[in-house]
């Protein structure tokens, strides 16, 4: 059964940083490109960041290039999202997700899903 655990969310204030850690199991974590998404209150599920099976490759949504770093350890089947210089735009539910082999940007072409975790930022 693949699990993808999501942890570092928190309240923090603007210009703060935090880094969000994903956990997977149950599956090659290594054959998985990685995503990270956001899902602010009363809106849909937006793309953050990809990463390829090696970490070799990484894109991002326009809104947090620069500030957000996606970054992955195979040996420890965790990726990871460094927020720097976080803005109040930056508060929504965090999911990380799996799909095999390639990257991806539409949510649709993920395979596996975490249950997120929450991020807020207070101005």
């Known amino acids: 059964q693949v699990q993808l655990v999501e942890s570092g969310g928190g309240l923090v204030q603007a210009g703060d940083s935090l880094r969000l850690s994903c956990a997977a199991s149950?599956?090659?974590?290594?054959?998985?490109?990685m995503g990270w998404f956001r899902q602010a209150p009363g809106k849909e599920r937006e793309f953050v960041a990809t990463i390829t099976w090696s970490g070799g490759r990484t894109y991002y949504a326009d809104s947090v290039k620069g500030r957000f770093t996606i970054s992955r350890d195979n040996g420890k089947n965790t990726v990871y999202l460094q927020m720097n210089n976080l803005k109040p735009e930056d508060t929504a539910v965090y999911y990380c997700a799996a799909r095999r082999v390639a990257v991806a940007v539409r949510e649709n072409d993920y395979d596996y899903w975490g249950q997120g975790t929450q991020v807020t930022v207070s101005s």
């Open positions: 149950g599956l090659t974590f290594s054959s998985y490109a």
